[in-house]
Antibody
Framework: EVQLMESGGGLVQPGGSLRLSCAASGFTFSSYWMSWVRQAPGKAPEWVANIKQDASGTYYVASVRGRFTISRDNAKNSMYLQMNSLRAEDTAVYYC?????????????WGQGTLVTVSS | QSVLTQPPSVSAAPGQKVTISCSGSSSNIGDNYVSWYQQLPGTAPKLLIYDNNKRPSGIPDRFSGSKSGTSATLGITGLQTGDEADYYCGAWDSSLSAGLVFGGGTKLTVL
């Protein structure tokens, strides 16, 4: 059974930093692209970033480029999101997600999410 | 403002059929495949449809998807109270700001 478990969320002041972690199990982690997707309260999901199987490629939504860094450790079946210079608009539940590509690109599994609140 | 446009809400009676539309542009739906997600209250999204019209294992055939040009549609037949949820469409966007984009979501109410 595919399981994705996020951790590291919490309350942080504007301008602060936070590091999210995602522990994966139930599948061969090193064989999949992985993503972070966030969802602000009452809003639609927003894709944040994704990372290639061997971490040789990373991609970001424009609003976080230069502030967030996605990474992974295949030996630990884990993915991370380092978030710096946080803003109020970064407040959201952050989901760890497994990417799939067949004919099109989509997400087939989501974690339960971790809440990040940016407020003074 | 989401890249993909969905109606905010739809409703229908148990047992009936409902469709949810998703409108995009040539850089996303027009040039890529569409996926659909169901989000029950207080839970993470769940994949319902991928590659426009394919269902993952375990998703009943009451759920269907289609695409035409720059629009896509999710259909749900034999509505059940347990189908009450938010539904989101998604597609890769091939523009300069490339990435996976989502619709604003449609709240389904089963009356």
């Amino acid at each position: 059974e595919v399981q994705l478990m996020e951790s590291g969320g919490g309350l942080v002041q504007p301008g602060g930093s936070l590091r999210l972690s995602c522990a994966a199990s139930g599948f061969t982690f090193s064989s999949y692209w992985m993503s972070w997707v966030r969802q602000a309260p009452g809003k639609a999901p927003e894709w944040v970033a994704n990372i290639k199987q061997d971490a040789s490629g990373t991609y970001y939504v424009a609003s976080v480029r230069g502030r967030f860094t996605i990474s992974r450790d295949n030996a630990k079946n884990s993915m991370y999101l380092q978030m710096n210079s946080l803003r109020a608009e970064d407040t959201a539940v952050y989901y760890c997600a497994r990417d799939r590509y067949s004919s099109g690109w989509y997400i087939d599994y989501w974690g339960q999410g971790t809440l990040v609140t940016v407020s003074s | 403002q989401s890249v993909l446009t969905q109606p905010p809400s739809v409703s229908a009676a148990p047992g009936q059929k409902v469709t949810i539309s998703c409108s995009g542009s040539s850089s996303n739906i027009g040039d890529n495949y569409v996926s659909w997600y169901q989000q029950l209250p207080g839970t993470a999204p769940k994949l319902l449809i991928y590659d426009n019209n394919k269902r993952p294992s375990g998703i009943p055939d009451r759920f269907s998807g289609s695409k035409s040009g720059t629009s896509a549609t999710l259909g749900i037949t034999g509505l059940q109270t347990g189908d009450e949820a938010d539904y989101y469409c998604g597609a890769w966007d091939s523009s300069l700001s490339a990435g996976l984009v989502f619709g604003g979501g449609t709240k389904l109410t089963v009356l």
